[in-house]
């Protein structure tokens, strides 16, 4: 079978998500031609708002061929969202255990069944302070060297105005009407690498190849020129709190330096009324 069945539970959340983001959003999609009509295939999105999830299937499942998303584990465990994920097919991805392979064994066995499978390959919102891609993870490359499917890069903003990440409260900011804006390129060229053994150094490079591939796309999007370098958050956190250690052993050594002259400045106790008659006492008794 090369293409999925959109089947009911995909029905019913487009029937339940659709009419809202038509009437509250408006739309600019772009590159639906590079989707491909047929075959397993992946494709590598970005992911700056809790809310881009939605534009991001919205966009894919007016092309035919609806998404399987790799997804925490705990989502499907209760209620209405877990009964709508395993429905539709998602990929639960047990992260830290030793069930975390077990994702990855079911993307590949979806992407050879001829179905597509989305992967935002940051692993999380990014952490870049203009919201640009940041440095991914390594699934989304191992899969693709597994498997050779094509790699479709997608770049979406707009959905992160609405519902700005790590915001201190998730309200959505519906006025003025937003635009969600959703471009696919063209395939990956991993080619140079599918005769390689998938080491932690290729499966690196292949990884900075696909966050490329979706920056591209995103500079599009936005007209603006993308930073030279992905972000790192990594380094950046390690840097903040090596600066926050020198800062406070910067101030630890100001304190010391300074105790002395405070000790030297620091007048003399004042002398009560008892405390005289005592001292004066002993001179007397002293000169006796």
Same mark, same amino acid.
């Given at each position: 079978?090369?293409?999925?069945?959109?089947?009911?539970?995909?029905?019913?959340?487009?029937?339940?998500?659709?009419?809202?983001?038509? #009437?509250?959003?408006?739309?600019?999609?772009?590159?639906?031609?590079?989707?491909?009509?047929?075959?397993?295939?992946?494709?590598?999105?970005?992911?700056?708002?809790?809310?881009?999830?939605?534009?991001?299937?919205?966009? $894919?499942?007016?092309?035919?061929? #609806?998404?399987?998303?790799?997804?925490?584990?705990?989502l499907f465990k209760s209620g209405f969202v877990g009964l709508m994920m +395993?429905?539709?097919?998602?990929?639960?991805?047990?992260?830290?255990?030793?069930?975390?392979?077990?994702?990855?064994?079911?993307?590949?066995? !979806?992407?050879?069944?001829?179905?597509?499978? !989305?992967?935002?390959?940051?692993?999380?919102?990014?952490?870049?302070?203009?919201?640009?891609?940041?440095?991914?993870?390594?699934? !989304?490359?191992?899969?693709?060297?597994?498997?050779?499917?094509? #790699?479709?890069?997608?770049?979406?903003?707009?959905?992160?105005?609405?519902?700005?990440?790590?915001?201190?409260?998730?309200?959505?900011?519906?006025?003025?009407?937003?635009?969600?804006?959703?471009?696919?390129?063209?395939?990956?060229?991993?080619?140079?690498?599918?005769?390689?053994?998938?080491?932690?150094?290729?499966?690196?490079?292949?990884?900075?190849?696909?966050?490329?591939?979706?920056?591209?796309?995103?500079?599009?999007? +936005?007209?603006?020129?993308?930073?030279?370098?992905?972000?790192?958050? +990594?380094?950046?956190?390690?840097?903040?709190?090596?600066?926050?250690?020198?800062?406070?052993?910067?101030?630890?050594?100001?304190?010391?330096?300074?105790?002395?002259?405070?000790? !030297?400045?620091?007048?003399?106790?004042?002398?009560?009324? $008892?405390?005289?008659?005592?001292?004066?006492?002993?001179?007397?008794?002293?000169?006796?």
């Amino acid at each position: 079978m090369s293409r999925r069945r959109i089947g009911f539970w995909y029905r019913l959340a487009a029937v339940i998500c659709k009419p809202p983001l038509l #009437v509250l959003f408006k739309r600019d999609w772009q590159g639906m031609e590079h989707i491909p009509a047929d075959g397993g295939f992946i494709t590598a999105v970005n992911h700056n708002s809790y809310l881009d999830p939605l534009s991001y299937a919205h966009y $894919q499942y007016n092309t035919g061929r #609806v998404p399987r998303f790799l997804a925490k584990a705990g989502l499907f465990k209760s209620g209405f969202v877990g009964l709508m994920m +395993r429905g539709t097919g998602q990929i639960p991805v047990y992260r830290e255990t030793t069930d975390a392979a077990t994702a990855f064994r079911a993307a590949v066995s !979806a992407i050879e069944k001829g179905e597509c499978v !989305a992967f935002y390959p940051e692993g999380t919102l990014t952490r870049d302070p203009e919201l640009w891609p940041m440095q991914g993870k390594t699934g !989304a490359a191992r899969v693709a060297l597994l498997t050779k499917a094509p #790699v479709i890069p997608v770049a979406q903003w707009g959905a992160n105005d609405a519902m700005p990440p790590y915001a201190k409260e998730k309200k959505l900011r519906l006025l003025p009407r937003k635009t969600l804006r959703v471009q696919a390129g063209p395939p990956v060229d991993l080619s140079a690498f599918h005769d390689q053994e998938p080491t932690a150094e290729v499966l690196r490079a292949v990884t900075e190849v696909i966050m490329a591939a979706i920056t591209e796309q995103l500079a599009v999007v +936005r007209g603006e020129p993308a930073p030279a370098e992905p972000y790192d958050w +990594r380094k950046a956190i390690a840097r903040e709190r090596r600066t926050a250690r020198e800062a406070a052993k910067t101030a630890r050594g100001a304190a010391a330096a300074n105790a002395p002259a405070e000790r !030297a400045a620091a007048p003399e106790p004042a002398v009560g009324p $008892q405390q005289a008659r005592s001292t004066q006492q002993a001179q007397e008794d002293e000169s006796k």
